[in-house]
């Protein structure tokens, strides 16, 4: 019972209680929750900057994804369409190439015919030139006097030979 | 009084032997200044109320950082706030790590009841200051605020009838009825006795031991002119760390004593009977 009385001072017990209290009331309304709010706050929004951050990682994936899937359709496409033209070429190439054979076969029967039209007109220009001679020897020959037979022949055997000059004439022309 | 009396005087009041018959601790500012003024009234009054002075102190840091860091409220927070944020958010780890979310409530009285018991067993470590804590009228105090807080919490969280049902040793039968007045005899006995003495008789036995052990070295090194030097030193720093220990402690036992006053969900609203609350409790002792 000494020892309890030595030891504990009721006065100081009451105002230890009383200093503790006024501690405790004091810290709570200005320091403990303050801070207690304080780092709830800051946690949450940590949390909302973490998930959004999250969220924005998921969209950048979603977009990486779509970008990706875009470029291979632009190269599909930029694909098809280089095969396209190539096959375009190709057919344009081919009717070019058909048109020419064309222009130049009917070119060369244009020409052809021009060649005939050419030969048949100097045809008749050469008939025309020998008929002028056969004309032109026969004056002459009426002139000098036709009596003498081998004359005549002789006549005759010019006009025959005038006539296969210019039938050689018309083959090496055709 | 000559200077050379003035220095012997401080030297004897230095090692504690001038307040040889206050205590068995180093000579704080009171004892000093009742050295040198004996007659002052004042001085007198300062030395009798030396506990409650130096936890006014004690308490003063405390409040003055607290509401300092507080009202900073920094988003990106550095020096005392940092510091009490630190605090604040260890105590909170530990409190609802015990006792679950509903503990957070009780967050403000533990963690005051920690970092002021804390500040005072280190208060013993200044020189010219002393350890409110080594006194037991200082450690009952908490002591009994804590043990009416439980209480509190218990009649809040259980209900009056629940809680007087569990007081009385939570009877079924004519058997239990017949041992309701044992029960609550013994139940009383251990909420508003054993409990509050065992939570300052603790405080006040180790910190108290801490000083004396610190006053010893002192007056050694004193007697050997500094050669035990590192003894003391050594002391030092176990006080340090016991110091910590103690406050932690006072607080463990606290929440331990909040948790057997909540009501378990395994067992119904209420229906936490003494044998099994004083499992853990042992245990809790156990580790001390």
Redesign the interface.
């Known amino acids: 019972m000494e020892f309890f009385k030595a030891?504990?001072?009721p006065g100081?017990?009451?105002?230890?209680?009383i200093?503790?209290?006024?501690?405790?009331w004091?810290?709570?309304v200005?320091?403990?929750?303050?801070?207690?709010k304080?780092?709830a706050a800051?946690q949450n929004k940590i949390k909302q900057e973490l998930d959004q951050i999250e969220a924005a990682r998921h969209d950048i994936e979603v977009l990486k994804n779509q970008y990706a899937s875009h470029l291979q359709k632009i190269d599909d496409e930029a694909r098809l369409k280089i095969q396209d033209a190539v096959e375009e070429g190709r057919k344009i190439a081919h009717e070019i190439q058909e048109k020419a054979r064309r222009d130049s076969q009917s070119t060369f029967e244009k020409t052809k015919e021009n060649l005939e039209l050419e030969v048949d007109k100097a045809r008749i220009e050469l008939r025309r030139e020998i008929a002028d001679l056969a004309i032109m020897v026969s004056e002459k020959i009426v002139q000098e006097k036709m009596t003498d037979s081998k004359q005549q022949d002789k006549i005759l055997d010019m006009i025959k030979e005038l006539e296969a000059a210019s039938e050689k004439k018309r083959e090496g022309l055709s | 009084m000559n200077a050379s009396n003035a220095v012997h005087t401080l030297q004897q009041a230095a090692t504690g032997n001038a307040a040889a018959e206050n205590g068995h601790e180093l000579a704080n500012l009171t004892t000093l200044l009742e050295t040198l003024f004996p007659d002052s009234a004042w001085v007198n009054f300062l030395h009798h109320w030396e506990n409650v002075l130096f936890s006014i102190l004690a308490a003063a840091v405390i409040v003055i950082t607290a509401v300092f860091a507080a009202r900073k409220n920094k988003a990106v927070p550095q020096g005392i706030q940092n510091f009490w944020e630190t605090i604040v958010e260890t105590v909170e780890v530990f409190v609802t790590g015990i006792l679950g979310p509903r503990g957070f409530k009780h967050i403000p009285f533990l963690g005051t009841l920690f970092v002021y018991i804390l500040l005072e067993n280190w208060s013993g470590l200044i020189p010219f200051m002393k350890s409110p804590t080594s006194a037991w009228s200082t450690t009952l105090a908490y002591a009994l605020i804590t043990v009416v807080y439980i209480q509190m919490v218990g009649i809040q969280e259980q209900g009056f009838w629940h809680y007087l049902k569990h007081m009385a040793g939570s009877p079924s039968g004519v058997l239990g009825l017949v041992l309701v007045p044992l029960m609550l005899i013994i139940n009383l006995t251990i909420e508003f006795i054993a409990v509050p003495l065992s939570l300052s008789l603790r405080l006040f036995a180790n910190v108290s031991s801490e000083d004396r052990l610190l006053l010893k070295f002192a007056e050694l090194n004193v007697m050997f002119h500094g050669i035990p030097f590192l003894f003391q030193l050594f002391a030092n720093i176990l006080a340090i760390a016991f110091s910590i220990v103690q406050a932690f402690v006072f607080m463990l036992l606290s929440t331990v004593y909040i948790s057997l006053m909540l009501p378990h969900e395994e067992s119904g609203h209420g229906s936490n009977s003494h044998d099994v609350l004083n499992q853990p409790l042992n245990h809790a002792h156990q580790k001390v």
Not at chain 1, 12 to 17: F, G, K
Not at chain 1, 30 to 36: G, H, N, Q, R, T
């Open positions: 030891n504990i001072i100081e017990v009451i105002v230890q209680i200093a503790f209290l006024i501690v405790f004091t810290l709570k200005f320091a403990w929750k303050p801070i207690l304080s780092l800051r």
